[in-house]
C-alpha cells in the first residue's frame, strides 16, 4: 500500500521508509511539510506518518487542512514536542493515532498496520453481537459487557468468523484459511494457539468458544457451560 | 529561611487609633489645664473686685472724731463681700501709728512695702491655717490731730472663687471631651474609609484566577500605586519565568528527543542479523540501554510538564472515561505480549471530574506503562468507575505487586524495590503529582488473589455547586 512520510529527520525518515519497503509498501518521503500538503491534494494513499514539527508548514496544520477538505485518509502522529501548554491534541485535531518521540519502530509498525486495515474495512459501524460480545468491525474494537478487550489481529479474525455465525461449527482448515490465507504456512497447532488466547481473553462472556471434537469449533451463546 | 510571622499582626486601623486618641489625650489635658488657669483667673479676678470694692468702701468709712480715728464699717461693705455667702471675711483697721484700730490684729499686710499707693493689689495668703485672698486699701488723712496713712485690711476665704473655677472647668472639660468624642468617631470613620481601598485591592487580588498573571487592573488611590505597582511587577517577573520554563521544556522536549529518535532509528536499521554471536550480545544491550534512556527521558519531560501544567492550565469539567481510554490506547503497545489480556472497563454512566485531560492521561499512561513494565504476566485490567462523590481510575495486573513496606517509596522519584526488576522511575510521582493538583490521590491496594490494583481517586465534577449547598 501506499504510504506518505512526512519527516524533516533525516536519520529518522530513512529508518521509517527502509522498514515499511521491507513490508512491501511503497513509501513517498517528504521533508517539507508545504510541499507534503500539496502532495496530499492529488494523491490518495492508504496512511500519511505525520511529523510535527517540520520546515515550511508543521504537522499539525498539514492535518488540519486534510481534515477540512474532507479527506478521511488514516494519519499517525509522531511528535517529539512536550504538551507543556497545548490545549488541544492531535487526535482532537483528527490524528487517527499518534505516538512520542522516541518510539518502538516495531510498535510504529504494528500501529500502522491497525490503521491501514482499519481504514480499508469500510467506514459504517458495522457492529456484529453474539451474546454480550459485540465486535465493530469499523473502528476493530471488541467488547465483553462494558469491558472493552485488547485482540491481537489473529485473534480479531478469529473472533470475527466465529461471531459472524454463532452456532456454525468451522473446522480447522478453514480458519486456517480465514486467518492466514494462501501465502503464509501454518498448521492446526496455530489455530489451537489462537482459540486458546481468544478463549482466555473472552473470560467471563455470555457466549463460549465450543470445541466440537474432531470437527473444530463453534462460538455458542448463552450461559450453557 | 522565612521570618516567622507575628500570630496577630498589627492592624493599621488599630495602630492609627492608638496614635490618635493619644493625640486627643494629651490635646483633651492640655485644654481642661488651660480652662482650669482662666476660669481661676476668672474667678479671682471677679472676687478680687468685689474684695478691693469692700476694702476701699471700708477705707472711705474711716474717719477722725475728737481727734481720734473712728470706724463705722458700712453694711453696703459687707453686702458686697456677702455674695460669696460660704466664705469667711476678717479685716484689721491700722491707724496712722500702726495700731489695730478694729478687727484681727493678727492678719498681716499682703506686702510689707506699700509705696506704689494707687494700684490695689490682692494677693494669696493664708490666716488661721486657711487660704485666702488678703487686700489692703490706704486711707491718707489729713486731719490736724491725725495725719498720715491708715489701711484696712481685708481678707476673704477662697471657697465660692474655687467653687465658680471649678463650675467653669467642669463646663469646659465636659464641652472638650464631647468635641473630643467627636473628633475621634469622625476620624475612625474617616480612617475605614480611607482604608477601604486597600480592602478592594486585598479582594481583587485574592479572586483572580491564581493562572492569571496579567497586570491588576483596579482603581486604587494614588498612594496605593506604588503597592499595585510592586504586585505588577511580581506578577511579571512570575510570568516571565514561567513562559522562560515552558520555553525550557519545549526547547529540551524537541531538542533531546529528534536525536534520540535518529539514534533509535539506526540502531533499528543496524539489525542484529549480520552480527557476530558476540557483538549481538553488545547490540542487545545498547538497544536496552537506549529503551532506558528513550523511557527515561520521556518521564523526566513528561514530570516537568504535569509540574508545569498543574500551576498554569485552567481545570474543565471532562469525562474521565475519554481521557482514560485515551491514555489506554496510548499506553498498551500494539505489540504487546499476546498472552497478557489487557481489557477496559467503563461504568453505566459518564463520571465528570475538573481536570486537565493531557495532564490526567500522562498519570494514566504512566500507571499503565508502570504495570505492564513491572507487573502484569497474564492480565492487565484497567476499570473506570465513580461512588459517590469519587471517581476511580484502577490498574490491576496478576503481577507479584508492590508489598506495603515499598509503597512509600514507590511513589518516590526513581526509588528501586527488590521485588521490581531495576527502577519505577517516575511513574508513580508523575502519577501522585498529577492526583494532588487534581485534588485527589494516587494509592496501592494489597495483593490479593486476583492482583495488585493501583488506584487514582479523584473527586467527582458537581455539574451545579450550589445545588450541593442547598
Known sequence: MRILLVEDTHDVGEAIAKRFEATGHAVDWETNGRSAAEIIDFTEYALIILDVMLPGMDGFEILRSIRKSGNSVPVLILTARSEIDDRVSALDLGADDYLVKPFDFRELEARARVLMRRHSGGEATNLIKCGDIAVDRATRSVHVGKREIQLKRRELTLLEVLVARPGRVFSKDELLDQLFGFEEAANANAIELYVGRLRKKLEGAQAHIVTVRGLGYQLVSGDAS | ?470
Open chain 2, 1 to 470: 529561611m522565612h521570618p516567622e510571622l507575628p500570630i496577630n499582626p498589627p492592624s493599621l486601623f488599630a495602630r492609627l487609633a492608638r496614635r490618635i486618641s493619644l493625640v486627643l489625650g494629651i490635646g483633651v489635658a492640655l485644654l481642661v489645664s488651660a480652662a482650669w488657669y482662666y476660669a481661676d483667673t476668672a474667678a479671682d479676678k471677679a472676687y478680687d473686685r468685689l474684695l478691693v470694692g469692700a476694702a476701699l468702701q471700708m477705707a472711705e468709712s474711716l474717719a477722725v472724731e475728737d481727734g481720734k480715728l473712728s470706724v463705722r464699717l458700712p453694711a453696703s461693705a459687707f453686702e458686697l463681700l456677702g455674695l460669696a455667702d460660704r466664705d469667711r471675711i476678717f479685716y484689721r483697721v491700722i491707724d496712722t501709728n500702726g495700731q489695730t484700730v478694729t478687727g484681727y490684729d493678727d492678719l498681716q499686710s499682703p506686702s510689707a512695702s506699700d509705696n506704689n499707693s494707687d494700684a490695689m493689689r490682692v494677693e494669696e495668703g493664708t490666716y488661721k491655717g486657711e487660704a485666702v485672698r488678703i487686700t489692703r486699701a490706704t486711707r491718707v488723712l489729713a486731719d490736724p490731730a491725725v495725719t498720715g496713712r491708715a489701711y484696712v485690711i481685708v481678707a476673704q476665704t477662697n471657697e465660692a472663687r474655687s467653687a465658680l473655677t471649678r463650675e467653669l472647668t467642669l463646663r469646659a472639660t465636659i464641652l472638650v471631651i464631647v468635641m473630643s468624642l467627636l473628633a475621634f468617631v469622625g476620624a475612625m470613620l474617616a480612617i475605614r474609609y480611607a482604608l477601604q481601598p486597600v480592602e478592594h485591592l486585598g479582594r481583587a487580588v485574592r479572586r483572580r484566577d491564581p493562572h492569571d498573571l496579567t497586570p491588576v487592573s483596579v482603581n486604587v488611590p494614588r498612594e496605593l500605586d506604588p503597592f499595585v505597582g510592586s504586585i505588577n511587577y511580581f506578577m511579571g517577573r512570575l510570568g516571565e519565568r514561567v513562559d522562560l520554563l515552558q520555553r525550557f521544556i519545549a526547547d529540551a522536549a524537541h531538542q533531546i528527543r529528534t536525536p534520540l529518535t535518529a539514534l533509535t532509528a539506526q540502531i533499528d536499521l543496524l539489525g542484529a542479523g549480520k552480527l557476530s554471536k558476540a557483538d549481538r550480545q553488545h547490540f542487545a544491550r545498547v538497544k536496552e540501554r537506549t529503551g532506558e534512556l528513550s523511557r527515561l527521558t520521556n518521564q523526566l519531560l513528561s514530570h516537568a510538564m504535569v509540574i508545569h501544567r498543574a500551576d498554569s492550565v485552567q481545570l474543565e469539567p471532562i469525562s474521565l472515561v475519554d481521557v482514560a481510554r485515551r491514555a489506554w490506547r496510548a499506553a498498551v503497545p500494539v505489540t504487546v505480549d499476546p498472552d497478557i489480556v489487557v481489557s477496559f472497563e467503563t461504568p453505566e454512566n459518564r463520571p465528570m471530574v475538573l481536570g486537565d485531560a493531557v495532564s490526567l492521561r500522562e498519570a494514566i499512561v504512566n500507571v499503565i506503562d508502570n504495570a505492564l513494565r513491572h507487573g502484569a504476566e497474564h492480565r492487565l485490567e484497567v476499570r473506570v468507575s465513580a461512588i459517590d462523590t469519587q471517581a476511580f481510575v484502577e490498574v490491576e495486573d496478576d503481577g507479584p505487586g508492590i508489598p506495603p513496606e515499598d509503597w512509600e517509596k514507590a511513589m518516590q522519584r526513581f526509588s528501586t524495590s527488590k521485588s521490581h526488576e531495576g527502577s519505577s522511575g517516575l511513574g508513580f510521582a508523575i502519577a501522585q503529582e498529577v492526583a494532588k493538583a487534581h485534588g485527589g490521590s494516587l494509592s496501592f491496594r494489597p495483593r490479593n488473589e486476583r492482583g495488585f490494583v493501583v488506584v487514582l481517586t479523584l473527586p467527582l465534577y458537581q455539574k451545579e455547586p450550589s445545588a450541593a449547598v442547598r
